[in-house]
């Protein structure tokens, strides 16, 4: 089975043939550099979601099709050893899936584990962004203002306003976004 990684440059390099570009004008669409989008599609680099996300903009795709595909079912329930793991960049930011999947589905929800010293790039995107300090410390800002977390503190706001987080000994946080990461007909992988 392919790693995680590799299955995401796949996917990425099959959207990018099937749409005629080269990796210079993906690169210009997306404002990363064509040898970064070739470690990807190589499986060598992995992309912050972030880089993720403005790939699949320039691809005019959403993120969920290039994703890995977690094994999902529609139950109300998510065993602990059934929460899918995943990494998407060398950061070390790694996810945990806690989201049910069924038609109409309108909540991603993520355990997010931030390391030590992890800055997010500054992301703005369509809906609304929830989190909870689960542990560790989160700095959110949020058009500029920075707001100081900690365990047991919590954010929610319009996620179209320029936002990032960044920590300095680590956070895991509960995340629950009306932007979708998968698609409802995911079912496994």
Same mark, same amino acid.
């Given at each position: ?19 005629? *570009? /080269? ?5 210009? &669409?997306?404002? #990363?550099?064509?040898? *970064? ?16 996300? &403005? ?7 959403? #993120?969920?099709?290039v994703?890995?595909?977690?094994? #999902? ?9 059934m ?8 950061k070390?930011t ?16 993520l355990?997010?584990? *931030? ?8 992301? /703005? ?5 929830f ?10 800002i ?5 707001? #100081? ?5 919590? @954010?929610? @706001? ?19 976004? /009306?932007?979708? @990461? @998968?698609?409802e ?5």
């Amino acid at each position: 089975m392919a790693a995680p990684n590799q299955k995401i440059g796949e996917r990425l390099a099959a959207l990018r043939r099937a749409r005629g *570009f /080269t990796l210079q004008e993906l690169a210009g &669409r997306c404002g #990363l550099s064509a040898s *970064f989008l070739s470690q990807i599609e190589r499986g060598v680099s992995a992309p912050s979601i972030v880089s993720l996300y &403005r790939i699949c903009q320039a691809l005019a795709v959403p #993120l969920f099709q290039v994703l890995p595909d977690p094994v #999902l079912d529609s139950s109300p329930v998510r065993y602990l050893d059934m929460q899918p793991h995943f990494k998407l960049s060398d950061k070390g930011t790694s996810y945990i899936r806690l989201s049910s999947n069924f038609p109409g589905r309108q909540l991603e929800i993520l355990i997010n584990l *931030f390391p030590p010293g992890y800055k997010h790039p500054p992301a /703005t995107h369509k809906g609304e962004e929830f989190g909870y300090v689960l542990s560790g410390d989160l700095t959110l800002i949020v058009e500029g203002k920075e707001y #100081l977390l900690g365990p047991g503190d919590s @954010f929610h @706001f319009v996620a179209e306003k320029p936002h990032t987080y960044r920590t300095r000994q680590g956070a895991k946080v509960l995340i629950v976004s /009306t932007e979708k @990461f @998968f698609s409802e007909d995911t079912k496994g992988g």
